[in-house]
T-cell receptor
Framework: GAVVSQHPSRVICKSGTSVKIECRSL??????MFWYRQFPKQSLMLMAT?????????EQGVEKDKFLINHASLTLSTLTVTSAHPEDSSFYIC??????????FGPGTRLLVL | AQKITQTQPGMFVQEKEAVTLDCTYD???????LFWYKQPSSGEMIFLIY??????QNATEGRYSLNFQKARKSANLVISASQLGDSAMYFC????????????????FGQGTILTVHP
């Protein structure tokens, strides 16, 4: 069964609105979670590393003020796309580390900004 | 510099035959881990297999095996007895050690290979 859940699975919003995506680790605590972005037929691009109790670490080129990450608890990390625009439309996927040999991904969120 | 390279954008295989998906990597670390994931059209990333850099045996998980050649820095995925449900995008990824502790660093992904299984 799934060990990482993500909500919502799909969201359509108007340009200028903010969208929050939740990532939860099920039945295990994840001190570190990762947020990725994927365009169609392309690879996963790491956006940021979410650390419980501290600020997220963003990859170069990722706007911190646009993609707000909050790791509120050991089982929940949220990604908020602020003032979304059509170019933010993408597939967002989170992952959590369970152990050295395992890193599980959530089912992903498809964001469409009109 | 590209750390993970998958040179096959697309691969075709006949049902019930074996197929090898190529992956080469580049790292100066001695301790690292290599992963393979399957991504069907639904988008979900399905973990397939893991190989640690210090593992002497090639990893196997059911029909999946990892042909790990450390000196060549390659970690090819072998799928035996292909099934129609194996049609998907496959990603190779590497995790390098962070610092001297046991922190688990981020995964770096290859470009992916689209596998199509023909009946």
């Amino acid at each position: 069964g799934a060990v990482v859940s993500q909500h919502p699975s799909r969201v359509i919003c108007k340009s200028g609105t903010s969208v929050k995506i939740e990532c939860r680790s099920l039945d295990f605590q994840a001190t570190t979670m990762f947020w990725y972005r994927q365009f169609p037929k392309q690879s996963l691009m790491l956006m940021a590393t979410s650390n419980e109790g501290s600020k997220a670490t963003y990859e170069q080129g990722v706007e911190k003020d646009k993609f707000l990450i909050n790791h509120a608890s050991l089982t929940l990390s949220t990604l908020t796309v602020t003032s979304a625009h059509p170019e933010d439309s993408s597939f967002y996927i989170c992952s959590a580390v369970l152990g050295v040999e395992t890193q599980y991904f959530g089912p992903g969120t498809r964001l469409l900004v009109l | 510099a590209q750390k993970i390279t998958q040179t096959q954008p697309g691969m075709f295989v006949q049902e019930k035959e074996a197929v090898t998906l190529d992956c080469t990597y580049d790292t100066s670390d001695q301790s690292y881990g290599l992963f393979w994931y399957k991504q069907p059209s639904s988008g979900e990333m399905i973990f397939l297999i893991y190989q640690g850099s210090y593992d002497e045996q090639n990893a196997t998980e059911g029909r999946y095996s990892l042909n790990f050649q450390k000196a060549r820095k390659s970690a090819n995925l072998v799928i035996s007895a292909s099934q129609l449900g194996d049609s998907a995008m496959y990603f190779c990824a590497m995790r390098e050690r962070v610092g001297r502790g046991t922190s688990y660093g981020k995964l770096t992904f290859g470009q992916g290979t689209i596998l199509t299984v023909h009946p």
